[in-house]
């Protein structure tokens, strides 16, 4: 499962940066990488791990802008398409999952 935390924030004032700044480095230090700008996505190996994330997400909000948060399934974010210019690029695949035998 997926997390893809997309985000609308201010940044016309010091104090509006440096809320952005602390939200974006939350996210990071939160396992989240940067798919594009203000688009954040983190692998989640169950819908009760990615629940946890994404609360962690909402404990952090902000004051001001505009927050969501999407779970999508592997098998969805499979079928992203992904383009630079008119050229395809393949996606991020999902980190392998441990197994113990």
């Known amino acids: 499962m997926w997390v893809i935390v ?4 201010p940044t016309d004032t010091k104090a509006a940066r440096k809320q952005y700044t602390q ?7 939160d396992g ?7 688009v954040y996505m983190r692998h989640c190996a169950s ?3 990615a629940q946890v994330h ?22 969805q974010f499979a079928k992203i398409q992904v383009f630079y210019g008119k050229k395809h690029k393949p ?3 999902s980190p ?6």
């Open 6 to 9: 997309l985000f609308d924030l």
């Open 23 to 29: 939200f974006r480095k939350r996210l990071l230090q």
């Open 32 to 38: 989240f990488t940067m798919m594009q700008y203000s």
């Open 47 to 49: 819908e009760e791990n």
């Open 54 to 75: 994404a609360n962690r997400v909402k404990s952090g909000l902000p004051a001001d802008g505009e927050v969501r948060i999407v779970k999508i399934t592997d098998k």
């Open 91 to 93: 996606i991020e695949h």
């Open 96 to 101: 392998e999952q441990l197994s113990f035998f």
